[in-house]
C-alpha cells in the first residue's frame, strides 16, 4: 500500500553534503540544486512516480531524459521549461508545498506529464492514468486529468441537437 503519511520535511530529507551542495549549485543553479541533490541520497520525499527520477547517471520524467541548465530551467523533447521552486515542487516532492505553487506551474506540470506519459502506467502512451493512493494523486494528478461531467460524445452530440 502507498502511503506517505511519513514524508512531511523534516531535517533528515535535507541532508545532503556541503560539496554535494555546491556542485549541484554550479551544475543545475541553486533552485534545481534543492531539489535534484537529495536523488544522490535516495530521500524517501522524493516522488519517482510522477516526477523525476534517476535511471543509472540520467534524470527522467516518464519516458523521457530530462536535462537540466545551470539557471534550473528543463529541456525535455526539445522544449525549455523555466525551472521555478512550484514546478520543481511538483516534480520532486511526493506531499508538494502548494504555497510555491501557481497556476502556470500546474499547467506546465500537466504538459510536462502528459509529453512524458509519467501519470501513465508503465509510462506507456495507452496505459490508464497510474492511480496511487497518496495525497499528491487525490489533491494534484487526479484534478488535472479529470473529465468533464456527461456521458462523452453521445452527451455532446446530444447538447449539440438540442442548439438546433
Not at 530529507?13 to 534543492?34: I, P
Request: aromatic share 12%; net charge negative; proline share 3%.
Amino acid at each position: 500500500m502507498d502511503d506517505d503519511d511519513n514524508d512531511d520535511y523534516d531535517d533528515d530529507d535535507n541532508f545532503v553534503e556541503d560539496e554535494a551542495w555546491e556542485y549541484g549549485r554550479e551544475n543545475v543553479g541553486s533552485v534545481a540544486s534543492l531539489y535534484l541533490m537529495p536523488y544522490v541520497y535516495k530521500n524517501r520525499f522524493l516522488d519517482t512516480q510522477y516526477g523525476v527520477r534517476k535511471d543509472d547517471d540520467m534524470f527522467m520524467i516518464g519516458d523521457s531524459p530530462i536535462v537540466v541548465d545551470t539557471d534550473g530551467d528543463i529541456t525535455l523533447k526539445e522544449r525549455v521549461f523555466k525551472g521555478s521552486k512550484g514546478l520543481w515542487e511538483l516534480l520532486n516532492r511526493k506531499k508538494v508545498n502548494t504555497e510555491l505553487i501557481t497556476k502556470d506551474n500546474l499547467k506546465t506540470y500537466k504538459k510536462i506529464l502528459t509529453m512524458t506519459n509519467a501519470h501513465l502506467t508503465n509510462y506507456q502512451p495507452d496505459g490508464n492514468i497510474n492511480i496511487k493512493r497518496v495525497k499528491k494523486f487525490r489533491d494534484i494528478i487526479a484534478p488535472l486529468f479529470a473529465k468533464p461531467k456527461g456521458r462523452g460524445v453521445e452527451y455532446a452530440l446530444r447538447r449539440k441537437w438540442l442548439k438546433y
